[in-house]
């Protein structure tokens, strides 16, 4: 296993245009979070899943935000209407759902995106 | 709320020579895991140590260990015999254990250069 892997590493669009962001976890990781992170900052929680089912979603997920897992391997982050406030790394981790690794989150590389 | 503090934007160290990173929180849980999480430029965060709260022992990962201070909420991360490879951000996170969330806090970041 090569560890999280996502898909493009690099988005530009224009604002109001959609994007499409893809994830793949860990083979064996049942849980997958999605993170943002803005220069400067450390990533912040976005929302996260266990198998199939989203768990917990931040509130810094608008509307214009979906994520979906549907089947409890690769996950998908969209935004729709993109905005300039959107351009940011986004991440994705994944972990184990059971035992004390389970609070071990692995991270992707990211997906930069750049709303011009 | 949790929040976690790094109050150092930026270190530098000389090649073999030791460097401490700080990291304070703020949380009413009694149970929980810190990290400290590394990311390089334009690479992927690695995940460097962690540290159950539950355990008085302070944790060691080779040149890496921490140092756990429970009731003041501080959890500083020391490098020895740095090397160049060790510039990075390097991120400090927390997570309740057994709670309603299972989303990584993170604080702001310390960039760590290592001078040759």
């Known amino acids: 296993d090569t560890g999280v892997s996502q898909n493009p590493r690099h988005k530009i669009t224009k604002r109001g245009q959609n994007v499409t962001f893809r994830c793949d976890p860990i083979s064996e990781h049942n849980r997958l979070y999605w993170y943002r992170q803005t220069l400067g900052q450390g990533p912040e929680f976005l929302t996260y899943f266990q198998n199939e089912a989203q768990l917990e979603k931040s509130r810094l997920l608008s509307d214009r935000f979906s994520a979906e897992r549907p089947k409890g391997s690769f996950s998908t982050l969209e935004i729709q209407r993109t905005e300039q406030g959107d351009s940011a790394m986004y991440l994705c981790?994944?972990?184990?759902?059971?035992?004390?690794?389970?609070?071990?989150?692995?991270f992707g590389p990211g997906t930069r995106l750049t709303v011009t | 709320a949790q929040t976690v503090t790094q109050s150092q934007p930026e270190m530098s160290v000389q090649e073999a020579e030791t460097v401490t990173l700080s990291c304070t929180y703020d949380?009413?849980?009694?149970?929980?895991?810190l990290f400290w999480y590394k990311q390089p430029p334009s690479r992927q965060m690695i995940l460097v140590i962690r540290?159950?709260?539950?355990?008085?022992q302070n944790a060691t990962e080779n040149r890496f260990s921490v140092n756990f201070q429970k009731a003041a909420k501080s959890f500083s991360l020391k490098i020895s015999d740095s090397q160049l490879g060790d510039t990075a951000m390097y991120f400090c996170?927390?997570?309740?254990?057994?709670?309603?969330?299972?989303?990584?806090?993170f604080g702001t970041g310390t960039l760590l250069a290592v001078q040759p």
């Open positions: 981790a994944s972990s184990l759902a059971q035992g004390g690794s389970s609070y071990e989150q692995y």
């Open positions: 949380t009413s849980e009694n149970n929980y895991y």
């Open positions: 540290q159950e709260a539950y355990k008085q």
């Open positions: 996170a927390f997570i309740p254990r057994g709670g309603a969330t299972n989303k990584l806090i």
